[in-house]
């Protein structure tokens, strides 16, 4: 019979794996990372086989995309430690600016891009919520003209 995990046990296996996991993106991209930097330093060799004058590295490099969800997993995870930070920071009741804090520690993200995004979200949420609300405001007339007789189709 297998022994019974407490909610002490499970917490302590969830940090297990989420250090596994951080473990594991840091060797895949540093794996990524090393074989990026010799295969750019092989084609900058070739290139010089062949006699280009010119370094092509210097205006091109090769690079390898991490798996997405390694890259989910490490910005969630780094962005749990900055929040932890900022709370931190906030019960010692200093001033702190949650964005700027995310900004520097969670460079994975485009910040502006993400700002940008996010305003552009919600005026177009705000655009639709009135648009419905005119749409529902007309309606609402509508059937109460054709309940009162005054409208006809």
């Known amino acids: 019979m297998a022994p019974y995990l407490g909610y002490g046990d499970v917490v302590e296996l969830q940090a297990q794996l989420v250090h596994v996991n951080l473990s594991f993106a840091t060797e895949i991209s540093d794996t990524q990372e090393a074989l990026c930097a010799e295969l750019n330093?092989?084609?900058d060799y070739m290139a010089e086989l062949v006699g280009f004058s010119i370094v092509p590295t210097e205006y091109i490099q090769v690079s390898l995309i991490p798996p997405v969800v390694l890259i989910l997993?490490?910005?969630e995870m780094t962005a749990g430690a900055a929040q932890n930070i900022i709370g931190v920071f906030q019960n010692l009741q200093l001033p702190v600016d949650p964005i700027s804090v995310l900004k520097k520690y969670v460079p994975?993200?485009?910040w502006d891009e993400f700002e940008e995004n996010a305003k552009k979200f919600v005026t177009e949420k705000a655009v639709e919520v009135e648009l419905k609300s005119k749409s529902?405001?007309?309606l609402q007339a509508d059937v109460a003209g054709i309940a009162s007789g005054q409208q006809a189709f």
């Open 108 to 110: 994975f993200i485009d």
């Open 136 to 138: 529902d405001a007309k």
């Open 41 to 43: 330093r092989m084609i």
């Open 73 to 75: 997993q490490l910005i």
